[in-house]
């Protein structure tokens, strides 16, 4: 029982952190250097810079060397933004250093720290990739932090959706790079498929900082960016979708009780049969007609349009439910991507075969040195030394928080929730103070916006509808009078001022301020109580008032999903506000509920992770050996030794360089379609293993015991096929047509990442072990 404790502890437990004492005593030379730091011009400030840089393989900085860098780093950013960085930014920039995650408050300018170790490791001879969440940030962390950097003789560039090759290939050559976690991994995928060492844009990479870790490093390390090719059109079924439309939930299909999972009954099948011609749907000539069905009845019965995905511009855009926004370019697997198309009657999008794919974790892997910043670390600190070996480190905030948490507000139903909610918010508006309230999707953010129109409270929306005007909106989400309707705030890396931006006078400030500054509320528990944080940090920057109040019911979709049997032996207060539930077991069934949802998704997480790791190992062997036939002559020493007399033949034709061209293309073309064949086999076997564990096989075991096997296999057939393409194809001065001898790569090339499919038996799985470990620890206990 011990064990089972010490396991489900993982979801419990906030373990220690690192001691940050040591660079704590540094502050005071940083402090004394600063004064003649202060001192010198700028072309001497980056004359010192200068003298702290170091080829990439010599040791890091001594604690001399790290003092002169805060204190020059300190001046840089003083003369270029006018701000002077507290001691805490820089014990920040000191942890990074050091390869930790530094937990910093929201308001205690993360970003600057980050700018100041990004700096120190270019300065030691690293290229520096600074990593954020979206496009949007940075561009604009890479611009505001560029007079910093000019200073103290570095070069920064950054990349984002719409960089063109040459832009991006010069960002790259910089000392310090910002991208977000998806563009720089697309550009990794892009470079693996180059057929020209001059095609690249990337170099080797070395150090990552990563901007808010744990929503990249834990919230999206369960979605593979993938690279497709295709010229066709994707597969819908209109006909299929038309006919799910009419099925009823209880008499055509069932859900379960975890919304998951959606199937047909008997009555139901018939109806899908009879529309369909009469066919036999769990015959084997109709199984993609199954397929399509099922795909249809889960687009239909279990995603919901506004929560899962918005419509916009005739096509279907994911909503990230960590971050409340569009997920850009992501998508689920193509089957049920098409079938959401086809139940939204829209014109269906490519689809086409992955030609390669890499996870956040193969991604991060990457890297020499990985460190990053983020206001809610200790949170998942056991998960980043799990997956990453990462540790953190917990920087106190300049100015102590004095925001007020209340305790939470309970209710029994959604309905009597969200009057209390609105109640509340036109108490507040009355005496003028700003108001912030986090929902947790798309369809409660406007149908609380509609709730408060009702009752004449004007408010601003924020949601994946409008996430354009994001940085607007969030900007003056502390002005007086305001009140701000935004779906979930992680990752929305605009300050919060008391009095707004507009005015930014100190007066207004003050005025807020006395007002108990920015009130923020909850709807709802987030499924990681880390969610939560975020939110109640938006309120209380460095030493601001605030305040927040969270909402929540017994009804709500999270507690309907993980806590079932909520409800019982609950009554609601007998008093004016109605439906108000203050019995302590209300807020245990909660807690709970969003327990389970944490220990649910860590669970799908690691089991992610088992199967992505061996697929990462293989894809690491496979590009070593493509990178040595891009970059040498070995592709012309393998076809000349298997094909001597084709080889011969040839030489006596060709200038030797066209000829060992030609034997590059033509290998590298079967590897790469050989990868491509091999990813399509692991993603079939990995859609049926589930299948194993029924035959009480360990499914992981059997993924390695079929993949290891099929992968030995691909050199040799490599090989073979390359023989056989270079003794037929035509090879002439101007090198080889591989499209000419039927060896076509894609005419186009997309990426996107693959959105998990809400149904797979990860999750369920997953759900089962969490439900089943929690059963056991209550059972020990209460021995």
């Not at 969440?133 to 200073?151: I, K």
């Amino acid at each position: 029982m011990r064990r089972v404790k010490a396991g489900f502890s993982r979801f419990l437990d906030r373990p220690a952190t690192v001691d940050i004492s040591r660079f704590e005593g540094l502050l005071t030379s940083v402090e004394w250097r600063e004064k003649k730091v202060g001192e010198l011009s700028d072309e001497e400030l980056a004359a010192a810079a200068g003298k702290l840089r170091r080829a990439g393989d010599e040791p890091g900085f001594d604690e001399k060397e790290l003092v002169e860098l805060c204190a020059l780093g300190r001046e840089a950013a003083r003369r270029a933004l006018d701000e002077r960085p507290y001691d805490v930014q820089l014990l920040g920039a000191m942890q990074l250093l050091a390869g930790h995650v530094v937990q910093m408050a929201t308001g205690e300018g993360k970003t600057l720290a980050g700018a100041i170790a990004a700096a120190g490791y270019a300065l030691q001879g690293k290229a520096v990739h600074v990593m954020s969440v979206n496009d949007y940030l940075a561009q604009r962390d890479a611009e505001w932090m560029g007079p910093v950097y000019e200073l103290l003789g570095i070069s920064v560039g950054w990349v984002s959706q719409t960089s063109s090759q040459e832009d991006r290939r010069a960002a790259y050559a910089a000392d310090v790079t910002y991208g977000s976690v998806s563009e720089i991994g697309f550009d990794v995928l892009r470079d693996r498929l180059v057929t020209s060492e001059d095609d690249m844009v990337g170099r080797d990479p070395e150090v990552v900082i990563v901007d808010e870790a744990d929503s990249v490093l834990i919230d999206e390390a369960k979605v593979p960016l993938v690279l497709a090719g295709s010229s066709d059109e994707g597969q819908s079924d209109p006909e299929v979708a038309k006919i799910v439309r009419t099925l009823k939930p209880g008499a055509h299909y069932e859900k379960d009780e975890d919304g998951r999972n959606a199937w047909l009954t008997g009555r139901g099948a018939k109806v899908v049969e009879k529309a369909l011609g009469g066919v036999d749907l769990y015959s084997g000539e109709h199984s993609d007609r199954l397929a399509a069905v099922n795909a249809a009845l889960h687009a239909h019965a279990l995603l919901e349009r506004d929560v899962d995905y918005i419509v916009r511009d005739g096509k279907v855009h994911l909503i990230n439910s960590s971050r409340g926004r569009i997920a850009l370019r992501q998508r689920w697997p193509d089957g049920l991507q098409a079938a959401v198309e086809a139940k939204e009657r829209l014109r269906p999008t490519e689809s086409g075969e992955v030609l390669d794919s890499i996870s956040v974790q193969g991604l991060i892997g990457r890297y020499t040195t990985v460190c990053g910043m983020t206001g809610t670390a200790v949170a998942v600190s056991e998960q980043l030394r799990e997956f990453y070996e990462l540790r953190v480190a917990v920087i106190p905030p300049n100015t102590p928080c004095v925001r007020e948490d209340e305790d939470d507000r309970l209710y029994d139903t959604v309905e009597n929730k969200e009057a209390a909610i609105v109640r509340e918010i036109s108490a507040v508006h009355r005496t003028g103070r700003p108001i912030l309230i986090g929902t947790r999707d798309v369809a409660e953010s406007e149908r609380l916006a509609k709730l408060l129109d009702e009752a004449e409270v004007p408010c601003v929306v924020l949601n994946a509808k409008n996430d354009a005007q994001e940085a607007a909106i969030v900007a003056e989400a502390g002005a007086y009078d305001a009140v701000t309707v935004s779906t979930q705030m992680a990752g929305r890396g605009t300050d919060i001022r008391l009095g707004g931006t507009t005015s930014g006078s100190p007066e207004e400030h003050d005025k807020v301020a006395e007002l108990g500054g920015l009130l923020v509320m909850g709807t709802g528990r987030y499924p990681s109580s880390r969610l939560d944080d975020q939110l109640r940090g938006r309120a209380g920057r460095q030493g601001d008032p605030g305040g927040s109040i969270m909402f929540a019911s017994l009804a709500d979709d999270q507690v309907v999903q993980y806590a079932p049997d909520a409800t019982a032996g609950t009554e609601p207060d007998d008093d004016e506000d109605e439906g108000r539930l203050s019995d302590p077991t209300t807020k245990r069934f909660i807690d709970h509920a969003q327990k389970v949802a944490e220990g649910v998704q860590l669970e799908i997480h690691r089991n992610t992770w088992r199967y992505t790791r061996l697929i990462e190992h293989q894809r690491k062997a496979l590009l070593e050996h493509r990178d040595e036939l891009l970059r040498t002559d070995l592709a012309a020493t393998e076809l000349a030794a298997q094909c001597p007399d084709r080889w011969e033949e040839l030489s006596d034709e060709l200038d030797e360089k066209v000829l060992e061209e030609a034997a590059r293309q033509i290998m590298l073309y079967h590897l790469d379609q050989r990868w491509t064949e091999h990813l399509a086999f692991l993603a079939d076997v990995r859609e049926t293993i589930h299948l194993r564990a029924l035959a009480k096989e360990t499914p992981i075991d059997e993924f390695h015991r079929t993949a290891i096997p099929e992968f030995r296999k691909i050199p040799d057939e490599v090989s073979e096929r390359a023989a056989e393409t270079f003794k037929e194809i035509e090879i002439g001065p101007d090198g080889v047509d591989l499209a000419e001898g039927g060896l076509r790569r894609p005419s186009s090339t997309w990426t996107y990442m693959v959105h998990d499919n809400p149904f797979d038996t990860d999750a369920e799985q997953a759900l089962q072990r969490v439900r089943a470990m929690i059963k056991k620890v209550k059972g020990g206990s209460r021995r």
